[in-house]
C-alpha cells in the first residue's frame, strides 16, 4: 500500500519561547536589567540575531529567523509559547514584577501566518477574564497553555481556579507547567517550583506536562525530580518535557528519562532560544568525542538539541507524541 502523506507521524518540539518587545505594537514588553540583559543579548547573538534587534521589531526578526530555522531541521512543527504576566492570587496584573510580557495574540497571529508554528498561550487562572481568555484563544486555535508558575506566581493547587482547569480538561487542552528552578526569567516565588502543586489540575482532567521534570537550574535550587517520577506513576495524564535539559546545568536526570517506565511520559522540546551545550554530558562520558564534535557543530541550535538527544537514545516518538496531546 502506498504511504499517505498526511499519515506521516509529525515531529513537533513543544516548548519553544517566543520573544519580544512590542516593537512591532502588540502591546507586549521585554525589560531586562543586569544578568538577564547580558543573557539576552547572548543569546540573540549565538542564534545570529545582532543585540540591536532589542531596540528594533524584534517580533518580526525573530519569528522569521526562527521558521527559518525549524524549515532547516528535523521539525515538522514547533510550539510557539506566549508569555504572561506576573499577577497577585486577586488578579492584579503587577507589571513592576517579571521581565517579559508575550501576548496571547502575537502567537495566534504567527501560527495563523507560518505553518512551522502552534500556538502556545500563556494565562494566568487569577485574571478576572481567564475563562473569557481561554475560549478566545481556543477558538483561535490555541494548542495548549504554558504557564511558569515559580514565576508567574501560580499556586495551580488554588481550589478556585477548579473551573479554569475543568475547561481546559473538558477542551481537551493540556497544561504544559514550568517545574524545578529557572534563572532565565526572574522567580518570584520559589516554592511554586513544585510539581506536587500540579496534582489539583491533574485530579480536574487536565492533561499536564511538567516542564524540565522537575530538575534544578542552579546549584542551590531544589531537585524535584524523584517526586515527578513518583507521579507519574499516580497519573496516567501525567507527562514531563526535557527542554533546557541539553545544558550545562540541567543535564543531570536527561539520561535518567530513558528508563523504560519514564520513557513513554517523555516530550521533546529544546526551551529555543535557551542554548543546548552538550559539553558537561561528554565530560561525563555519556558519548564519544566524535559524537560530541557532530552535534555540537550543528549551526542549527533546533537541530543540535534533538541531535544529542538521538545520541543519547531518545526515539523518534518523543518527537511525534505531542502531535496525539496537543490540541491540533
Ligand atoms: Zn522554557
Redesign the pocket.
Known sequence: MEPVANQKPRLIDM?V?MVGNGGGGSGGWLRLNGWHRWLAGFMLRQLGIPATALKENLEAIYSEHLAELVRDSSMDAIVL?AHERVHDPDGTPRDDLGSMFVPNDVVLDLAEKFPEFLAGVSIHPARRDALDELERCLERGAVLM?C?PNCQNIDPSDRRYRPFWERMAEARVPLLA?TGGEH??PVVNAALADPKLLRFPLECGVTVIA??CGTKSGAFDRDYFDDWVAMLREFPNLYGDI??LVSLNRCTHLRDCLHEEIEPRILH?S?FP?PALGHRMWLQGWFDWKTFRRCQSLGNPLERDWQFKRALGFPEETATRAAKLLRL
Do not use: M, N, P, Q
Open positions: 516548548h519561547h509559547l504554558k511558569l514550568h532565565t526569567v516542564a524540565h527542554s533546557a522540546g526551551d535557551v
